[in-house]
């Protein structure tokens, strides 16, 4: 199996049992080896009281694609450290994308980019991910 195939199935198998981002309306848009990139729209549920996106409905977009970007080459991945800049507000009815890039896999870690727009390409957050390889795979017997 080649490397985007492998990248999609092992998104597939994830969303499979990704319950929450299911629940919550968020849509796998794409996945390739070391990127992914996510989208979610701002329902009425995710504003608070500044009536704008609650930062932690912003930080699970993009810790969500991280996780798609990281585990894309059958190799489980979690998150060791992360962190998030919020540079703009988000508003109800505003769709959002996360687009997850990997820019070091050395080893068992990996440093993870992660840019979260509206659709007229404001920037809303930028989330750093810092993964660490445990045991297993996605998808047993890919190869």
Same mark, same amino acid.
């Given at each position: 199996?080649?490397?985007?195939?492998?990248?999609r199935?092992?998104?597939d198998?994830?969303?499979?049992?990704?319950?929450? $981002?299911?629940?919550?309306g968020? #849509?796998?848009?794409?996945?390739?080896?070391? &990127? *992914? +990139?996510?989208?979610?729209?701002?329902?009425?549920?995710?504003?608070?009281?500044?009536?704008?996106?609650?930062g932690?409905?912003?930080?699970?977009?993009?810790d969500?694609?991280?996780?798609?970007?990281?585990?894309?080459?059958?190799?489980?991945?979690v998150?060791?450290?992360?962190?998030? $800049?919020?540079?703009?507000?988000? #508003?109800?009815?505003?769709?959002?994308?996360? &687009? *997850? +890039?990997?820019?070091?896999?050395?080893?068992?870690?990996?440093?993870?980019?992660?840019?979260?727009?509206r659709?007229?390409?404001?920037?809303?957050?930028?989330?750093?991910?810092?993964?660490?390889?445990?045991?297993?795979?996605?998808?047993?017997?890919?190869?």
């Amino acid at each position: 199996m080649d490397a985007a195939t492998l990248a999609r199935t092992c998104a597939d198998a994830m969303w499979a049992d990704d319950a929450t $981002s299911r629940e919550l309306g968020l #849509q796998l848009i794409s996945v390739e080896p070391g &990127h *992914a +990139v996510l989208g979610m729209a701002v329902s009425g549920p995710m504003v608070n009281w500044h009536d704008t996106c609650h930062g932690g409905f912003i930080y699970l977009l993009a810790d969500t694609a991280f996780g798609y970007a990281c585990n894309s080459r059958n190799q489980r991945m979690v998150a060791q450290y992360c962190s998030i $800049s919020y540079l703009n507000p988000a #508003q109800r009815g505003e769709r959002l994308t996360a &687009h *997850a +890039v990997e820019r070091q896999l050395q080893g068992r870690s990996g440093i993870y980019d992660v840019a979260v727009t509206r659709e007229d390409g404001t920037a809303i957050a930028e989330f750093r991910g810092h993964a660490r390889a445990i045991a297993g795979s996605i998808v047993a017997d890919a190869k």
